[in-house]
């Protein structure tokens, strides 16, 4: 949770949004919305409302800002994955905790949905700048998830983007509540799980 809230939350003395998590705020949701590629320098600061001097007094480049953003969600999984391995739960449990977290951060920061939008884009958008290197490091985390804490072994990539994509579908949902109203978590997981299960056993 410190990592979200290093990058979503910080407030200067009065209380106020700083610049510079002003301009993170609105690039991620102009990463999320338009693509990376597809959004410039110019209009983030534009829609943030700060000059150009500003983006650039924190950021050498546009991809420097995108390092960052991914730098901190991946600080973000490898914390969630932490806080589950070893636990003495079922499969189906710790697919249900992963769910409950992300409600939980979705609750505390209404940003959040944006970020894991930028993440998911970018790990599945060849030619996306810094994509190979948070592709292997996110695919590393998921497969030992899957292996060590399901104990569905042979690193089934089918069973990754079950449950990758089910979590960018959810956070894509959080983004439009007026449209669907999303089951339980708990309801959530227990259908991926069994998603989980059928893509492994179709690859075994």
Not at 85 to 112: C, M, T, W
Request: charged share 30%.
């Amino acid at each position: 949770m410190r990592h979200i809230k290093k990058i979503l939350s910080k407030v200067d003395k009065e209380g106020k949004e700083t610049t510079k998590e002003k301009i993170v705020k609105v690039a991620m949701k102009l990463f999320a919305e338009k693509g990376y590629s597809d959004t410039s320098v110019n209009t983030i600061v534009r829609e943030a409302g700060v000059s150009k001097g500003a983006f650039f007094h924190y950021w050498k480049s546009k991809e420097d800002l995108l390092r960052e953003m991914l730098d901190t969600y991946m600080s973000e999984v490898k914390q969630a994955y932490d806080a589950l391995a070893g636990l003495n739960l079922s499969p189906k449990e710790k697919i249900r905790q992963i769910f409950r977290y992300v409600e939980q951060k979705h609750r505390e920061h209404e940003d959040l949905p944006y970020m894991l939008v930028v993440f998911m884009r970018v790990i599945f958008t060849p030619g996306t700048p810094l994509r190979e290197k948070y592709v292997s490091e996110f695919w590393k985390i998921i497969y030992e998830f899957i292996e060590k804490e399901l104990g569905i072994k042979g690193m089934p990539k089918g069973s990754g983007i079950v449950l990758i994509s089910a979590l960018g579908a959810y956070s894509l949902f959080k983004l439009t509540p007026d449209l669907i109203k999303l089951p339980n978590p708990d309801d959530i997981a227990d259908v991926i799980w069994d998603g989980i299960k059928s893509v492994a056993n179709a690859e075994g």
